[in-house]
């Protein structure tokens, strides 16, 4: 029985602490914002060619590979663009940030909650958020969120408006993507509500975002993409997202461009890029796990041993291991581990 009541518990859950909405597309003009108008998705009926890589002994016969090229690749896809008079793109969603870190929603080990409350209660006290709230508040600001339609962007305006403060507007492009250290006062401000909110000193903070990106007339834009598990059913190899008609970006999607905050994993200074806050510090498109239980940098590791009390090697191990609480999940450790 000792040896279980030290124990990670085998059921533990915690809600996640920032709970962003869902994006919604609309397209405007850069001078013009008032004149908006909902995004919608255009189906399209395309002929492609063949370009997919090809087996060897077609690739190296000429005549195998006419007789591949001259097949038709027909695709029905999703796409979505502004209007012809429209050359700005507006993207608006809302974070909710929530309190409660130190009350697990889940826990079936009274020695272990109370062993985690202590801890949880001293990180509060003595770092209380600050530079997580700080990193969320950089991601708010330099559009981060927007991911592709980011990319070629001429200019990029973030406004933000906290309950019912007034709007405050940041220039994008003012505020780097993998480097968290240099803040401004806005910025600052944002990030202090932020940290206040998961402490508890605030009750309530719902923090409204909108962002316009001049992307150019007509210009395609992003929303996000589907999965089709059953892609034999379907007759379009690709699926945008929408809500009402509306195109959007899933909310999921969302809050990882703001937990991406992570630069304490072992390859950053090999990498020099943020990786979203993840229990393996998991990059689905790159393949690749760069916090791995070998190494003992994965999130189930420290956790094992600062929630039981025991200190980690440095401070930025607890940052990341409060930002993985902050995410929230399932972490209860089997009985037959």
């Given at each position: 029985m000792a040896k279980?009541?030290?124990?990670?518990?085998?059921?533990?859950?915690?809600?996640?602490?920032?709970?962003p909405s869902d994006g919604y597309f609309y397209g405007t003009t850069w001078e013009s914002r008032k004149e908006q108008s909902a995004l919608k998705?255009?189906?399209?009926?395309?002929?492609?060619?063949?370009?997919?890589?090809?087996?060897?002994?077609?690739?190296?016969?000429?005549?195998?590979l006419n007789a591949e090229v001259e097949k038709a690749n027909l695709q029905k896809v999703d796409a979505c663009a502004l209007a012809e008079h429209q050359d700005t793109l507006k993207i608006a969603f809302t974070l909710k940030v929530l309190a409660g870190i130190e009350q697990p929603s889940a826990c079936n080990n009274e020695v272990f909650l109370n062993s985690y409350?202590?801890?949880?209660?001293?990180?509060?006290?003595?770092?209380?958020?600050?530079?997580?709230?700080?990193?969320?508040?950089?991601?708010?600001?330099?559009?981060?969120?927007?991911?592709?339609?980011r990319v070629g962007a001429e200019k990029i305006e973030v406004v933000?408006?906290?309950?019912?403060?007034?709007?405050?507007?940041?220039?994008?492009?003012?505020?780097?993507?993998?480097?968290?250290?240099?803040?401004?006062?806005?910025?600052?401000?944002?990030?202090?509500?932020?940290?206040?909110?998961?402490?508890?000193?605030?009750?309530?903070?719902?923090?409204?975002?909108?962002?316009?990106?001049?992307v150019g007339k007509a210009q395609e834009v992003y929303p996000s993409e589907e999965l089709v598990l059953d892609k034999g059913k379907g007759d379009k190899s690709k699926i945008l997202y929408q809500v009402n008609d509306v195109a959007a970006m899933h909310s999921q999607k969302i809050?990882?461009?703001?937990?991406?905050?992570?630069?304490?994993?072992?390859?950053?200074?090999?990498?020099?890029?943020?990786?979203?806050?993840?229990?393996?510090?998991?990059?689905?498109?790159?393949?690749?796990?760069?916090?791995?239980?070998?190494a003992k940098q994965d999130f189930f590791s420290l956790f094992d041993k600062y929630a039981l009390g025991e200190s980690l090697e440095n401070v930025e191990q607890e940052h990341y291991v409060m930002a993985v609480l902050v995410r929230g999940g399932v972490f209860g450790q089997s009985s037959k581990d």
């Open positions: 279980n009541e030290k124990a990670v518990a085998s059921v533990l859950a915690f809600e996640k602490k920032l709970v998705l255009i189906e399209k009926s395309v002929r492609g060619t063949i370009s997919n890589r090809l087996k060897p002994a077609v690739a190296s016969d000429p005549l195998k409350k202590e801890v949880a209660k001293n990180y509060i006290q003595s770092h209380g958020f600050s530079e997580l709230a700080k990193r969320y508040a950089l991601n708010i600001a330099n559009a981060r969120f927007l991911w592709r339609n933000v408006k906290v309950n019912d403060q007034e709007s405050v507007t940041f220039n994008a492009f003012d505020y780097k993507l993998h480097d968290f250290e240099s803040v401004d006062a806005k910025v600052q401000n944002l990030a202090d509500q932020i940290a206040q909110a998961l402490k508890g000193e605030l009750p309530y903070l719902l923090i409204k975002v909108e962002a316009y990106a001049l809050g990882n461009a703001l937990r991406t905050i992570d630069t304490w994993y072992p390859d950053f200074e090999d990498q020099k890029s943020a990786i979203a806050i993840e229990p393996y510090g998991a990059v689905t498109n790159l393949g690749k796990a760069y916090r791995t239980p070998k």
